[in-house]
Each structure stands twice: as C-alpha cells, then as structure tokens.
C-alpha cells in the first residue's frame, strides 16, 4: 500500500473552499472559507469508538505509529504504540476493544492496546480487509480471494467457500450476512468487479447480479448503501439481498457513513448529506485541494458531531457537516 510523506519542512497554507448546495450538487446557498495546514503525521484510519469518541490511526515525522483520541468535550489525546506498522480495517465493538489490521495481520484491540489474535485460517497469507459488527462477530479477506468469519470472538474462524481467482478488494459484514467485493481476473488493471454474497451462518459465497465496487452498511441492522462503476447508488433494507437504485452520482465517493436509515454523509471533494436514506443529497461543505484532502475517512459519534481524516489533517464538525474546523495536535 503506497504511503506519501512530506519532508517536514514543508509548510503550504491551503485555502479550502466550503459551499452549501442543494441535491444534484447544483446550486450555490453560501460559500464559507476554512484555512489547512500540512502537519508533521499521516493518518491511515478513523473509527468511532463511542457515542461519544473517535479514534484515529497515523504515523508521525519518525513514521513511528500513533493513534489519536477525538471526544466531543476532550482535547485531543495522542499516544505512540512503538511501533512502524500500517493499521487499517479499525472496528471497535465495545469502548476500548475491538479488532484491526496492523501490518496485515489482525490484532485485537483491549484497553487501547494491540494484541496478536492466533489460530487464524490461512495464516501464511496476508489479510487485506476485516470488518466486526459486535464482539463476537466479524469477517477477514485475505490476499488469495479467501473469506472466513467468526462467532466468537475471533477464538474460531469457519472458511467460506468463494470464487476462485478473484482480487478482493473488502468484505462487508451485517447482521444476517457477508459479501465480498472483488475483481477477476485478479491480475488485470480493468478486470470484472465481482461481488458474492452468503450467510453469516453459511459456508459459501454465491455471485451476486451486481458490479458494486464499494458497499458500506450501518453499525447495527442491515441497512447499506452501494456503488457501482457507473456510478448509481444503490440501497438495501434487508442485508443486501436486494437492492434498489436510489441516486446517481457525479462521481464514486471516497467515503459513505450511515448513521441510522435516514441520516448519511459522503464525501467526495466535499461533505453531502441525506436525511431520507441516501435518495436525495444536499452539499455542505467543499475542500478545494484533493492535494490536501486526500484518502478520506469520515465518522460520525451523532447527528452533529464528527471528524474527517485525511492524509495529513483532521477536521471536525459540531453542526452536522455544515462547517468544519482543522484539529489542531501537539
């Protein structure tokens, strides 16, 4: 995964220009400046951590890694876990516990600390995405195309069945079911984008009729958003059996996060917002530079309060994405 570092004097001020805009992104309402500036870390993960807090991923100017803890009434708490891995696929399941990926390899998360999960299926291979919904359930893809899943809390993984020679490129997991997001042939820059879908009490993975090439699901329930390569966005209500087309875009988005079965933000060059489950969309806010705001995960702990993280920044938001503000670190 190819990782951009600045030299450390570099020092560019960036004007990032946020607009609000109504759905299909057309006309002007109010134009609102937000100033940037390129920082000393790298940031590769976000994720909620509580009805209250995010927590961040990164590394800083030793490319030593660092998380960051963003709470709605808190400063900003940065720690360094003494160590240079790439962390990614963060899901917490309770409030200092969870799962990620840590170098390829996944770890679990326990008072804020990583720790090695053993007995993995496939082990020799490289694990490329994993999402937990709960404590006990979750999913891993590794880099052959393999799928498995767990009930337990990572003690035990059942292998599914899935297509061979397929590229994955995420897995989605929900409460009735998991679905991997591929290509094939796995070698090929334009390959097919391949999406297989099966129980999560199941054994295997069948092919499903769409090309979605990025899915997104709610926290809890089986509400999701979808993708494809034209563009359309699609919605699911019953764990992403069926789907129906709900908008089309101007372009993929970076990043889609749902909070219920109304309230939804994506981003691309900007933050959009959806209050009827992503059929209609007004936009926000625009960051001018993609030089800038690049990579770019988004959470939101309500309808109010979230962050941004981008390569080299973060942001923030306490007026549900209207106006953004650059979190400042020591």
């Given at each position: ?38 920082g ?18 990164g ?76 404590p ?38 929900n409460?009735?079911?998991?679905i991997l ?91 959009f ?58």
């Amino acid at each position: 995964m190819l990782k951009l570092k600045l030299p450390l004097s570099t020092n560019h001020r960036i004007a990032c220009l946020t607009s609000f805009f109504v759905v299909h992104f057309g006309v002007l309402l109010l134009p609102l400046t937000v100033e940037a500036q390129i920082g000393k870390y790298t940031f590769s993960s976000i994720a909620k951590r509580s009805a209250e807090c995010a927590l961040v991923f990164g590394e800083d100017e030793n490319r030593e890694t660092i998380s960051i803890d963003l709470c709605k009434t808190e400063e900003p708490k940065l720690k360094n876990l003494n160590s240079s891995a790439y962390v990614s696929s963060v899901n917490f399941t309770g409030l200092d516990s969870g799962f990620a990926l840590f170098g390829g390899q996944l770890l679990r998360i326990e008072n804020n600390r990583l720790k090695n999960v053993k007995g993995l299926p496939l082990d020799e291979d490289e694990i490329v995405f994993s999402q937990f919904i709960d404590p006990d359930r979750g999913c891993i893809s590794y880099s052959n195309g393999g799928v498995a899943c767990t009930k337990n809390g990572a003690v035990t993984f059942q292998t599914f069945e899935t297509l061979s020679d397929v590229r994955p490129w995420n897995v989605s997991v929900n409460d009735r079911a998991v679905i991997l997001v591929g290509q094939t042939p796995p070698n090929e820059l334009n390959g097919k984008v391949v999406n297989q879908i099966g129980s999560l009490d199941g054994k295997k993975l069948s092919l499903m009729p769409q090309e979605f090439k990025q899915i997104w699901f709610s926290e809890r329930g089986c509400y999701g958003l979808a993708v494809n390569q034209a563009n359309q966005l699609s919605a699911t209500s019953d764990c992403g059996f069926i789907w129906n087309d709900m908008a089309k875009l101007d372009s993929r988005p970076d990043e889609i996060f749902i909070l219920d079965e109304l309230n939804i933000w994506l981003f691309k060059d900007g933050v959009f917002h959806s209050k009827d489950g992503g059929r209609n969309w007004r936009k926000l806010a625009t960051f001018a530079s993609n030089e800038i705001v690049e990579k770019n995960d988004m959470v939101f702990v309500d309808s109010k309060h979230g962050w941004i993280a981008s390569l080299f920044r973060l942001f923030e938001t306490k007026d549900g994405g209207a106006t953004w503000k650059e979190v400042k670190l020591p």
